[in-house]
């Protein structure tokens, strides 16, 4: 009991000099404009982790810009910026990058972004990195608070108990910071049944200024009728081997992405199934990529692993996929053979990838499909 005291302790003593950090990191760049960059689907932590970094910036009189490159489509992830009134910048081609003195990387390690080059040939800088996904090595920053922890929305309300941000009941703003940072704590904790301390402590302090009603709004958003589709085309061509379920949905259009990781979240739930993989090809004009998402109760699988080891790197050593604890997603530009408009051809390409990546996955646990 005393050893487990102690490492409470000493997470707690490094979560306050992390907030430190941060701190005098913001007060270094008094006056800044800034660029937040999200992953490509932005989805309630990294949504609501911008905002309390916006607000939290704010103190410093640093400008801050939330900006993601493709689209927001889960139901209530755009409940959440609608409700919330939240000031999200889908980026576009001119966009002017210039204008900004660095990059906040939150909720990912620009492994997610189609961002990085437009960055780089503005010379804008990586600054920051805040995330709780497994460690990507792709970007280095000045600053970095990257944790094995339940939600980037934790560490910023960690920030906040810190003395960061001064909430206020009476604020409309902080309000909804509130309520998005438990949104984005229960999210990723499957509705806190995989919440560790952290994010019990957090959400015990977000309930005194939260609003249950707009949270309740936020969650009351239905499926779509393309949702349901895709999860019954993901029931139907699943493939179980070893309590690993394996499913390809053939092509979907960018505003269906979310549908792929809630397919896997409903395969999860069949019985004797311990690990679910949903992929597809996402078509977003003439540009193509695979998509897919993993979803685990086994505490001995590490998707960041896993995916890593099974679809490995690029020419350019980075890695297809990557993760946390239970879930993981991986993305493989289709490249030459993107866009036809014949139906032959779709149709084979589609069974060459997705027998390739069912060939991949049962492989990786020892369970090759019979010929």
């Keep these: 009991m005393e050893d487990i005291t102690t490492s409470e302790a000493g997470e707690r003593s490094r979560s306050r000099m992390k907030a430190k950090e941060f701190e005098q990191f913001l007060a270094d760049h008094r006056g800044q404009q800034h660029i937040v960059v999200l992953q490509d689907f932005p989805d309630p932590d990294a949504i609501s982790a911008a905002f309390a970094h916006q607000l939290i910036s704010a103190q410093f009189d640093i400008g801050v810009d939330i900006v993601y490159e493709r689209r927001i489509s889960h139901p209530q992830n755009i409940a959440l910026v609608r ?113 560790k301390e952290d994010e019990f402590l957090a959400a015990a302090f977000l309930s005194f200024f939260y609003d249950p009603a707009l949270l309740s709004e936020i969650l009351r958003q239905q499926r779509s009728s393309r949702v349901m589709d895709v999860i019954k085309k993901a029931l139907e061509n699943r493939t179980v081997r070893s309590n690993v379920s394996v499913s390809g949905i053939g092509y979907l259009r960018a505003e269906d992405r979310d549908a792929i990781p809630q397919g896997a979240d409903f395969l999860l739930t069949e019985e004797n199934v311990h690990t679910a993989i949903v992929f597809g090809i ?60 014949e139906e032959e051809f779709t149709k084979l390409k589609w069974q060459v990838y997705d027998q390739q990546v069912r060939h991949k996955i049962f492989s990786k646990i020892g369970a090759e499909r019979n010929s």
Excluded: W
């Excluded at 990058?97 to 990912?108: C, E, H, K, P, Q």
């Excluded at 990085?116 to 805040?130: G, R």
């Design 83 to 195: 409700l919330l009134d939240l000031d999200l910048i889908r980026y576009s081609e001119g966009f002017d990058l210039s204008r900004y003195t660095g990059a906040v990387f939150i909720d990912n390690q620009g492994t997610t972004t189609g961002l990085l080059e437009p960055l780089s040939n503005a010379h804008v800088p990586a600054l920051m990195i805040i995330d709780h996904h497994e460690r990507q090595e792709r970007l280095h920053a000045e600053f970095t608070d990257i944790r094995r922890i339940g939600a980037t929305a934790t560490i910023y309300t960690e920030y906040i108990q810190e003395g960061l941000l001064a909430l206020d009941r009476s604020h409309p703003d902080h309000i909804k910071c509130a309520t998005a940072l438990m949104h984005g704590i229960r999210s990723e904790t499957n509705e806190l049944i995989r919440a």
């Design 282 to 341: 996402i078509s977003d004009g003439t540009r193509e990529m695979l998509n897919g998402s993993m979803r685990t109760l086994k505490l001995t699988v590490d998707p960041d692993e896993f995916l890593k080891e099974t679809f490995g790197k690029d020419e350019r050593g980075i890695f297809f996929g990557g993760g946390r604890q239970h879930a993981g997603g991986f993305e493989i530009p289709i490249g030459f053979l993107s866009g036809s408009s």
